[in-house]
């Protein structure tokens, strides 16, 4: 079974300050894992992914995140904050099923709230 | 590409009543999934479907639910009879190759 620990529910960071959202994995096989932000009333947008090949991921809005498998973790970076990035944010990961389909699991969010 | 379409976008019911929810997923996509979001419960997939075939529907928390995709372009949650423990939003969406694109959702409420 997959599995997806997002261990911060909540993360303050100052406008301007780099920010980081934590997440932790855990699969059997190799890993495709995802970020996604959800606005208020709005559905989840993708944000980036990490399939294979460098460690480092660029995706929307200047976000990055860094795979490590030693410590299955993926965790979401961006070097400076915006007010704008105030918003709820979801790690996923998955593999190849058998189907030949990718279900997803989801952490439970993050919700990150960035002070002017 | 206009994205994942949802209808309605708001669903204010009577419990008892049935209710429909629709899903258009994005052309050439051949996995569509239907998910539900709650405070309490957070994210939860509910089924999914991959070329229209229905591969996992563990999570449909009951018999009063069912969702069906007859082509390609078209599927619908069936809420029968609804009842306020129901009351979510709930999201479709499709995918390709791995990462999943949401519609807005449909933010049912059941009184």
């Known amino acids: 079974a997959q599995s997806v620990a997002q261990p911060e529910d909540q993360v303050n960071v100052a406008e301007g300050n780099p920010l980081t959202v934590k997440c932790t994995y855990s699969?059997?096989?190799?890993?495709?894992l995802f970020w996604y932000v959800q606005y208020p009333n709005r559905g989840l947008q993708f944000l980036l992914k990490?399939?294979?090949?460098?460690?480092l991921v660029k995706g929307s809005y200047g976000f990055e995140a860094e795979f490590n498998k030693s410590q299955t973790s993926f965790h979401l970076k961006k070097p400076s904050a915006l007010v704008s990035d105030s918003a709820l944010y979801f790690c996923a990961v998955t593999i190849l099923s058998g189907a030949g389909s990718y279900q997803l699991t989801f952490g439970k969010g993050t919700k990150l709230s960035v002070i002017p | 590409d206009a994205g994942v379409i949802q209808s309605p976008r708001h669903e204010v019911t009577e419990m008892g009543q049935e209710v429909t929810l629709r899903c258009k997923p994005i052309?050439?996509?051949?996995?569509l999934f239907w998910y539900r979001q709650t405070m309490m419960r957070g994210l939860e997939l509910l089924i999914y479907f991959n070329n229209n075939v229905p591969i996992d529907d563990s999570g449909m928390p009951e018999d009063r639910f069912s969702a069906k995709m007859p082509n390609a372009s078209f599927s619908t949650l069936k809420i029968q009879p609804s009842e306020p423990r129901d009351s979510a939003v709930y999201f479709c969406?499709?995918?390709?190759?791995?990462?999943?694109?949401f519609g807005p959702g449909t933010r049912l409420t059941v009184t």
């Open positions: 699969v059997s096989g190799n890993p495709y």
């Open positions: 052309s050439g996509h051949n996995s």
């Open positions: 969406a499709s995918s390709l190759k791995g990462e999943q694109y």
């Open positions: 990490y399939i294979t090949g460098d460690n």
